[in-house]
């Protein structure tokens, strides 16, 4: 049951940090198709406004080490959690939950099909929008990264904390 509460707490929290994100679409462009992207960073209208790709990585990698840390805490002092194969196994089940629920929720039925997302002058794009193999394809690459992720957790709950 507790797997219940806190995969519907983390999917409703992550659907807060993406609709907030949203707000500024520009900033998420590198979550788009790559043909998208191409066109939106040929747009004078967002020449200035699109963030570099070494920003992204910085925000990326600073946004993965405080997960890192968020995550052990949560899996060691509020689940419980004190051994490596505790900690992985139940990370990685509650990030697969929210990962496909991303996957399928946010980005096919949500992202590929409101026109809010869509960037001026990218309209004719409407292939590229329902690309639903970027998506399913961002889930696979999501799940290979959580296994590095709940890996490094789970030393760390088993040897550190």
């Not at 462009?29 to 043909?35: A, D, T």
């Not at 040929?42 to 080490?65: F, H, M, R, W």
């Not at 496909?100 to 960037?119: E, G, M, P, Q, S």
Request: proline share 2%; with cysteine; hydrophobic share 50%.
């Amino acid at each position: 049951m507790i797997i219940l509460i806190e995969s519907i707490v983390l999917c409703a929290l992550f659907t807060l940090m993406v609709y907030i994100m949203s707000r500024e679409p520009i900033k998420t462009l590198y979550n788009y198709p790559p043909k998208i992207q191409e066109r939106v960073k040929t747009l004078d209208e967002y020449k200035d406004k699109i963030p570099t790709q070494k920003n992204k990585l910085a925000a990326k990698l600073g946004a993965s080490v405080i997960f890192l840390a968020i995550i052990c805490v949560i899996l060691r002092y509020i689940n419980g959690y004190t051994t490596f194969i505790e900690s992985f196994g139940y990370g990685f089940l509650l990030w697969t939950i929210v990962n496909l629920y991303d996957a399928i929720v946010l980005d096919i039925i949500w992202f590929c099909h409101d026109k809010y997302f869509v960037f001026k002058g990218t309209e004719d794009m409407t292939d590229e929008y329902h690309n639903y193999w970027f998506h399913i394809k961002g889930f696979f690459i999501g799940e290979g990264l959580a296994l590095i992720i709940f890996a490094l957790a789970g030393i760390i709950i088993h040897f550190i904390i």
